[in-house]
């Protein structure tokens, strides 16, 4: 399969506890993108790298998210010190555009969905 | 701030029955896509719109981008159960990120 792969598929973890997400791209995809949907709402941005560097993030981001994509291929989202409000589902897409504005079609990975009890 | 509304939040049709979905923006676009997700699915890329006035066509999908690339709507005809989901509009303001609406929820009633 050559899709975006996101893992775990589910997580569910208590108040406080912190959790790890990661999202392998479709290879030569240079951009990478983090979106959080709740139930009835749409995808909201998270953040985005281009390669390596992480260009944008959201005020949504709070100091306990934080994403790496080290080498530029697969990123890693960290949520410290979980709270019930960051129950969702994170998705991860990748886009194969490589300069300029604009994302290009973003593919989309099945999503990690995240419980905090 | 840089924001995408869309209308209406849910939709019931009959089978047969046709569906539009319409979405704003406050502030001009650079481009605009389409997205369907299905239920327990992933958004899955339909179409990006890029011109002004712009028509795109997909079997039974009508895409239509406003003159003043500020809304865009989306039209199925003759709807069948396999148009079941929700659809999102996305825009581009010009920059890395693309931002998505509130999405109409589409179901069929056989």
């Known amino acids: 399969d050559t899709g975006v792969s996101q893992n775990p598929r589910h997580k569910i973890t208590k108040r406080g506890q912190n959790v790890t997400f990661r999202c392998d791209p479709i290879s030569e995809h240079n951009r990478l993108y983090w979106y959080r949907q709740t139930l009835g709402q749409g995808p909201e941005f998270l953040t985005y790298?281009?390669?390596?560097?992480?260009?944008?993030k959201s005020r949504l981001l709070s100091d306990r998210f934080s994403a790496e994509r080290p080498k530029g291929s697969f990123s890693t989202l960290e949520i410290q010190r979980t709270e019930q409000g960051d129950s969702a589902m994170y998705l991860c897409?990748?886009?194969?555009?490589?300069?300029?504005?604009?994302?290009?079609?973003?593919?989309f990975g099945e999503g990690s969905r995240l419980t905090v009890l | 701030g840089q924001q995408v509304m869309q209308i209406p939040q849910y939709q019931h049709v009959q089978e047969g029955e046709d569906f539009t979905t319409y979405c704003n923006s406050s502030t001009t676009l650079s481009n605009i896509q389409w997205y369907k997700q299905r239920p327990g699915g992933h958004p899955v890329f339909l179409i990006q719109?890029?011109?002004?006035?712009e028509v795109k066509k997909q079997k039974r999908l009508t895409f239509q981008f406003g003159e003043a690339k500020k809304n865009s709507s989306l039209h199925i005809t003759a709807t069948q159960t396999t148009d079941v989901g929700t659809y999102f509009c996305?825009?581009?303001?010009?920059?890395?990120?693309?931002?998505f609406g509130t999405g109409t929820r589409l179901t069929i009633i056989p």
């Open positions: 790298f281009q390669n390596e560097a992480q260009l944008e």
């Open positions: 897409a990748s886009s194969s555009r490589r300069a300029g504005p604009n994302t290009g079609e973003l593919f």
């Open positions: 996305a825009g581009n303001f010009g920059n890395e990120k693309l931002t």
């Open positions: 719109l890029v011109k002004s006035g």
